[in-house]
């Protein structure tokens, strides 16, 4: 079984969607000031340049305006960057949004527009660049998904399912990209102050700065393996608790957080297989 590729600064340049705020921002800053010439795709070009503005040597940030959800665009872009500054050989996929949904209402558009930009804007950053680094045999991508995909939450119905399609795909990828000499990864953060995540009303439990967040992220394309998870203390007791029964897990998290006993009716049931 041959090591994963991990990308090296002199190996070529990084790529980073949904960078102009939040967790991809963090990002694209510490891996610049860890050496590398990164490239920052996000729809907002002002806050692209202020970005370009804050990193000086030894890393460079490059601008590449783009909206994920127009696969033209973003496939032009890694063109772009690719011709002028080198191959793209670490992509972070981070571009998402995330809106509290109802249990009882379904706004339509909400969902729409989360999985057109969490899952198909993840698919056109794919597309974009995956085939280009398969053909060189080298190449790293690491997909931001949620600790909210492990299992059904409070207000996250639209969120958390787009997050969940994440985990699967990057896994389902992973067996012909691996081998192809890609490696791809998930990251699975908890709770990290973000312009999303300042719209809940509720305790953020083990809540990070994007700073922090930023540092392990950038840690684990070194040395995680398929996961780069944090704080682990919440991932793996939500792990744990996806491990129960059905009736079980609703029950716990309804009364934890709050949102009631969502199992209620559900009946007997056997243990949950994954």
Not at 55 to 66: H, S, T
Not at 152 to 173: D, E, F, T, V
Not at 246 to 267: E, F, I, P, Q
Request: charged share 15%.
């Amino acid at each position: 079984m041959s090591i994963p590729y991990r990308a090296r600064p002199q190996d070529g340049i990084a790529w980073v969607t949904g960078a102009s705020s939040g967790i991809g921002r963090a990002v694209a800053l510490e891996l610049a000031r860890r050496g590398w010439i990164v490239a920052v795709t996000a729809r907002r070009e002002p806050e692209l340049a202020a970005l370009v503005n804050e990193i000086r040597a030894p890393g460079r940030i490059v601008p590449l305006a783009a909206d994920v959800t127009d696969a033209e665009a973003v496939a032009a872009a890694v063109a772009k960057v690719e011709a002028e500054y080198g191959p793209v050989v670490l992509s972070f996929l981070n571009a998402g949004i995330y809106v509290p949904v109802s249990g009882t209402t379904i706004d339509v558009g909400v969902y729409r527009r989360t999985f057109d930009v969490n899952v198909m804007g993840t698919v056109n950053a794919l597309a974009a660049v995956l085939p280009r680094m398969a053909a060189r045999g080298r190449g790293q991508i690491a997909v931001n998904a949620s600790v909210a995909g492990y299992g059904g939450l409070p207000r996250a119905a639209a969120y958390g399912a787009s997050k969940a399609a994440l985990i699967n795909m990057a896994q389902a990828l992973s067996f012909d990209a691996n081998p192809a000499g890609v490696t791809i990864q998930i990251v699975n953060p908890g709770f990290v102050e973000t312009p999303a995540t300042a719209v809940n009303d509720f305790k953020m439990p083990f809540l990070l700065t994007t700073d922090e967040a930023a540092r392990r992220v950038v840690e684990g394309f070194a040395r995680a393996g398929f996961e780069i998870t944090f704080p682990k203390r919440f991932s793996y007791l939500l792990k744990a608790l996806n491990l129960l029964p059905y009736g079980a897990y609703l029950a716990l998290v309804g009364r934890s957080t709050g949102a009631g006993d969502a199992s209620a009716g559900s009946g007997s049931e056997p243990p949950r297989s994954g």
